[in-house]
């Protein structure tokens, strides 16, 4: 079945720097892939999205990049600030009702 | 708009009780989630609604069952409760097959001793 694995359950960076978060998925049906940011004692808020005939969608500080070859998708946050400590979601949606969630990375930003 | 809004926050229950998580959303959308976040292991599906009067299990069902009260409520019971099932529990939503956004709840955070 579809499986969804983060390459690092933490990432340190210092505030200012570029975050990249990566994910790395299994199922080659997959066809729109997502980011959602949980911070601490709330629910998951959506961040960005990007369609499978896409490599590259941008958005406010943040940029997802796709690639189907290798399977894997990152999350890049630019100018990283001390609110963008969270936990970051990949999930990927193969075109039902269902979408399915990585485990989480932890975004700490260092002053 | 409250978006989606979920009852109770906190829970303790014990081994074999009973309790329903009640889920509510003011956003119109047609679809309906239910997942159980555990740590490192990320939100699992429990049971979905993908429009009114339906529902469809998900990746970890056992245990639970759920009522799509109406359009706007979707709600979650334990009717036997296990440790096991000592979890954070998230309700989402989103307005159907697409887009796929989800909207999330705030929490419960329950504990079965």
């Known amino acids: 079945g579809e499986s969804v694995g983060l390459h690092l359950p933490t990432l340190s960076v210092q505030e200012g720097d570029n975050s990249i978060i990566n994910c790395a998925y299994s199922?080659?049906?997959?066809?729109?892939f997502i980011w959602y940011k949980q911070e601490s004692g709330k629910g998951p808020q959506f961040i960005i999205d990007i369609r499978s005939n896409m490599d590259k969608r941008q958005g406010q500080r943040v940029t997802v990049l796709l690639n189907k070859t290798v399977k894997h998708l990152s999350l890049q946050i630019a100018a990283t600030q001390p609110g963008d400590s969270a936990v970051y979601f990949c999930g990927l949606n193969t075109g039902g009702f269902k979408t399915i969630f990585g485990a989480g990375t932890r975004l700490f930003v260092k002053a | 708009n409250a978006g989606v809004t979920q009852t109770p926050k906190f829970q303790v229950l014990k081994t074999g009780q009973s309790m329903t998580l009640q889920c509510a959303q003011d956003m119109n959308h047609n679809s309906m989630y239910w997942y159980r976040q555990d740590p490192g292991m990320g939100l699992r599906l429990i049971y979905y609604?993908?429009?009114?009067?339906?529902?469809d299990k998900g990746e970890v069902p056992n245990g639970y069952n759920v009522s799509r009260l109406n359009k706007r409520e979707f709600s979650l019971r334990l009717e036997s409760a296990a440790p096991s099932q000592t979890s954070v529990y998230f309700c989402?939503?989103?307005?159907?097959?697409?887009?796929?956004?989800?909207?999330f709840g705030p929490g419960t955070r329950l504990t079965v001793t």
């Open positions: 609604s993908a429009s009114e009067g339906t529902t």
């Open positions: 199922n080659s049906a997959s066809d729109y």
């Open positions: 989402a939503s989103r307005p159907g097959a697409t887009p796929y956004e989800q909207y």
